[in-house]
Nanobody, 120 residues
Framework: VQLQASGGGLVQPGGSLRLSCAAS????????MRWYREAPGKQRELVAT???????NYADSVKGRCTISRDNAKKTVYLQMTSLKSEDTAVYYCSADVRLYRFTVAQPYWGQGTQVTVSS
């Protein structure tokens, strides 16, 4: 199982970005999918979660500015970020709880990270 994150880049304050993370490989299903971020000198932070039933949860720091979504047919999770601030600058990682086979427990897999820089 591989997760490939994309969509990061340099954006001005107040701007928007859409991150994508596509899963590939052989597996039975994906449960929860998440976005984390890690800023320089800070611990990795959980940004948003979306369950297999499309229930979502957000960190207070991004609530109202970010939207997590998923397309199960494309095996992809998205993070739409708006009204970006300098403090959103970080490497963003996707994670997915993957069940390899029907009767196995889901295990977490991670993408490689994509850099988001918010600066004028």
């Amino acid at each position: 199982v591989q997760l490939q994150a994309s969509g990061g880049g340099l954006v001005q304050p107040g701007g928007s970005l859409r991150l994508s993370c596509a899963a590939s490989g052989s597996f039975f299903t994906i449960n929860d999918m998440r976005w984390y971020r890690e800023a320089p000198g800070k611990q990795r932070e959980l940004v948003a979660t979306i369950t297999s039933l499309y229930s979502t949860n957000y960190a207070d720091s991004v609530k109202g500015r970010c939207t997590i979504s998923r397309d199960n047919a494309k095996k992809t999770v998205y993070l739409q970020m708006t009204s970006l601030k300098s403090e959103d600058t970080a490497v963003y990682y996707c994670s997915a709880d993957v069940r390899l086979y029907r009767f196995t427990v889901a295990q977490p897999y991670w993408g490689q990270g994509t850099q988001v820089t918010v600066s004028s």
